[in-house]
């Protein structure tokens, strides 16, 4: 009895130490478990043993119970990888990383020493010469809008409701209030001027990028959608998206604040010259001469 007390006391003060090492916390612990219980085990059978007339087997169970406990310690107190597993920066967690990885694959271009980027950027102009290509021309004639009878519809789109969500969560954010039903009659039950509208009111404060949605496209809608949906916070224009975009504007009557109004009369005009103003404020390269010039 003296003997068992003193290895449960020694366990104890293994468990207690164990605090006390932070890398070797685990080891000191399962020692101590180890201690007590082959402590309790051999008090055990030394109390139903018989040792004087024959050999007791029950010490052979020990043998696995170590056996056991040693494997186990060294599963746990194994070092960790130190390999760094980064999770692919994306702003949908519809798109998976794995799945960007594989769908822009075949841009990836591997030389000697470097891994390059296959990127057309004449197939994304607008304007080539001056003059805008001939598939934006195509491209309006295929492409019309999506007409919807309420937001629920917008299920059918895989696309199309990802792009809502993250709307409703900018919402959500700026704490405002959208009576999405109303805004989808206002924009003529279009689906993409539905939700372009509410992405240019609700999502400028926030950098955001819509490039993965591409893995989801499964039709040119969706693809224009997306390419519109960018135009609405760049300063410039791109064949992607270069549609709907004009569509939107035309729909909302905002086509007259991009083109000028050659009507406006900027400058004032005289019926008659007025040949003292124009030396008194002429510029320095050119002199008019008066009826008093010599």
Known sequence: ??????????AGVLYLNSQNFFDAQELLENATYIVGLSAVLVFIFLWIGDFESK??????????????????????????PLDIIA???????????????????????????????LVNKHNKKLIKNGVIIPQFFLNFKEIEPTKIQNIQELESSKVFSVVFKKIQGFISDLEARVDYEKTLVENGNYAEFFLMDLWEKYTYKFNISLANLDI??????????????DLLNLNCVKLKGAVLYYKFIQFK??????????????????????????????????????????
């Open 253 to 294: 009557d905002r086509i007259k604040d991009f083109v000028k109004e050659e009507s406006q009369n900027i400058n004032p005009q005289e019926e008659i010259f007025d040949e003292k103003y124009a030396l008194e404020n002429d510029s320095d390269r050119t002199r008019y001469k008066g009826k008093d010039d010599k």
């Open 87 to 117: 999770n692919q920066q994306r702003y949908f967690n519809e798109v998976k990383a794995k799945d960007i990885v594989k769908y822009y694959s075949v841009r990836k271009d591997i030389k000697r020493n470097r891994v390059e980027t």
């Open 1 to 10: 009895m003296i003997v068992l007390i003193f290895f449960i006391i020694l």
């Open 55 to 80: 050999k007791n087997l029950y010490f052979l169970a020990l043998i696995p119970l170590y056996m056991v406990s040693i494997y186990l310690i060294k599963q746990k107190t194994k070092a960790k």
């Open 216 to 229: 989801l496209v499964t039709n040119p809608n969706e693809r224009e959608l997306l390419g519109a949906l």
